[in-house]
């Protein structure tokens, strides 16, 4: 059974960055891609940036081009994705999720992920 957990939330001042964690325990789709996603209070979830496993290719949302960066490293069981935050600004505060998808198809919507984690915070203060 695939098994997502995130890590590496927590409190950061505006300006600064976080590097959040992503461990797919598992997942042995290995044309699968692993996708962050963010959901504020009141709001609904946005799916930020996504990796594809075997190409590395990468999309990001608007509003974090140029600020966050997808990677991952090159170890299998489990896949490990982190996701860079830089410049983080108040708006940026959520709990972020990380989600995987078997295929490699998904890019930012949530309908396209097969497996997600529970979940981790992060609040930037002004």
């Known amino acids: 059974e695939v098994h997502i957990v995130e890590s590496g939330g927590g409190l950061v001042q505006a300006g600064g960055s976080l590097r959040l964690s992503c461990a797919a325990s598992e997942f042995t789709f290995d044309v699968g891609a692993i996708g962050w996603f963010r959901q504020a209070p009141g709001k609904e979830r946005e799916g930020i940036a996504t990796?594809?496993?075997?190409?590395?290719?990468?999309?990001?949302a608007d509003s974090v081009k140029g600020r966050f960066t997808i990677s991952r490293d090159n170890a299998w069981n489990p896949v490990t994705v982190y996701l860079q935050m830089n410049s983080l600004k108040p708006e940026d505060t959520a709990v972020y999720y990380c989600a995987a998808d078997k295929w490699g198809f998904a890019q930012l919507s949530a309908a396209d992920f097969h497996y997600w984690g529970q979940g981790t915070q992060v609040t930037v203060s002004a």
């Open positions: 990796i594809t496993l075997s190409t590395l290719s990468t999309v990001y």
